[in-house]
């Protein structure tokens, strides 16, 4: 089992739909948990930062952790179609550490 | 403020050649690191400096790739010789200590031939 497990893709949604992005880990010493975004040959771009549990809104995003349930997720609200690109989920056990990514998805929002 | 830059952006070279990836960090972050990302999977971690010392090198393949970070700034990876399988996009990025927040480069993609 490898240490983050996100979701397969691909995703594609309508233009204004909510989106529901999700991994699972299983290290529980991970406290710190990040959603980066990755455009077509370009780095990820960090999204969302979060420390230990609880949920964490910035515009359109919110991230939920729920370290009991080795749970995370991204909501985006309203999704247009300049959110297609490929998300991924990272997690590390300190604010300098090693981070371990998932695979990520690609998101396709149609207009 | 400028971001991470790396260069060259593309590299195409034949296998058993060396190559040499550049990159240049945002101004005032102590912490670099080098990853490797295969097609269609996310990043995973070659090298992590803190200033200039490498302080988790234990993803790096020793008998073919080395890193260097002179002066605690800028850094290069290089990879002597290159083979097939070393056909990935290598990115670097670079955190401040406290937040720990990585901000990536653009990549550097290398197909090998």
């Known amino acids: 089992q490898k240490e983050v497990e996100q979701d397969p893709g691909p995703l594609s949604v309508p233009e204004g739909a909510i989106v529901s992005l999700n991994c699972t880990y299983s290290n529980s010493a991970f406290q710190y948990f990040m959603w980066y975004r990755q455009y077509s040959r370009k780095g990820p771009e960090l999204l969302m930062y979060?420390?230990?549990?609880g949920n964490k809104e910035d515009g359109r995003f919110t991230a939920q952790v729920d370290k009991s349930s080795k749970y995370i997720s991204l909501f985006i609200r309203d999704s247009q179609p300049s959110d297609s690109a490929t998300y991924l989920c990272a997690m590390g056990t300190g604010a300098n550490s090693k981070l371990t990514f998932g695979k990520g998805i690609t998101l396709s929002v149609r207009p | 403020e400028a971001g991470v830059v790396q260069s060259p952006r593309y590299k195409i070279i034949e296998k058993k050649q060396p190559v040499a990836f550049w990159c240049n960090p945002i101004s005032g972050h102590n912490t670099l690191y080098w990853y490797l990302q295969n097609l269609g999977q996310g990043p995973e971690l070659l090298i992590r400096?803190?200033?200039?010392?490498?302080?988790?090198d234990s993803q790096l393949p020793k008998d073919r790739f080395s890193a260097e970070r002179l002066k605690g700034v800028d850094s290069t990876l290089k990879i002597q010789p290159a083979e097939l399988g070393d056909s990935a996009v290598y990115l670097c990025?670079?955190?401040?200590?406290?937040?720990?927040?990585?901000?990536f480069g653009e990549g550097s993609r290398l197909t090998v031939l």
């Open positions: 990025a670079s955190s401040q200590q406290i937040t720990g927040e990585l901000f």
């Open positions: 400096y803190e200033n200039e010392e490498a302080v988790d």
């Open positions: 979060t420390y230990s549990s």
